[in-house]
């Protein structure tokens, strides 16, 4: 048997790829921010966009925080495989960054997620890594 990933880890994993799977980045989503704020809504087009590319190393390797893609890989099957698990098994929907807060080395960005059927927001959790944003969860 397969040893899997802890169940929280995994829900992070899929709800975020539940964000982006199937999105098409909008340049919309950062033109409204400036600075930091900018910066966050940028890590998340980029995870948006890496997921349309099937990059799932680059998610879990540029994009995720550390400590996620970690808790995601520590059972054996990597965390490139889950993310592509996740975002294969996900509905598609199109997402805009609406509102960034930014708190020192961590970040909040209200995600308005739209299905096609009934509009709901988010809220990603990111955190500053190595200089740059990464998503920590949801």
Avoid at 90 to 115: C, Y
Wanted: net charge positive.
């Amino acid at each position: 048997m397969t040893p899997r990933p802890p169940r929280a880890a995994l829900a992070v994993a899929v709800a975020c790829a539940a964000l982006v799977a199937g999105c098409q980045p909008k340049a919309t989503s950062t033109t409204k921010f400036k600075g930091a704020q900018k910066d966050v809504a940028q890590a998340v087009v980029d995870f948006q966009s890496a997921a349309n590319d099937g990059s799932y190393d680059r998610i879990c390797n540029q994009l995720l925080a550390k400590a996620l893609a970690g808790r995601l890989a520590e059972h054996g099957r990597g965390c490139p495989a889950v993310v592509h698990e996740a975002i294969r098994d996900s509905d598609g929907i199109d997402m805009k960054v609406q509102s960034v807060r930014v708190t020192g080395p961590r970040a909040r960005a209200q995600v308005k997620l739209e299905t096609g059927k009934k509009d709901r927001t988010a809220t990603l959790a990111l955190v500053r890594e190595g200089g740059t944003w990464r998503i920590a969860g949801l």
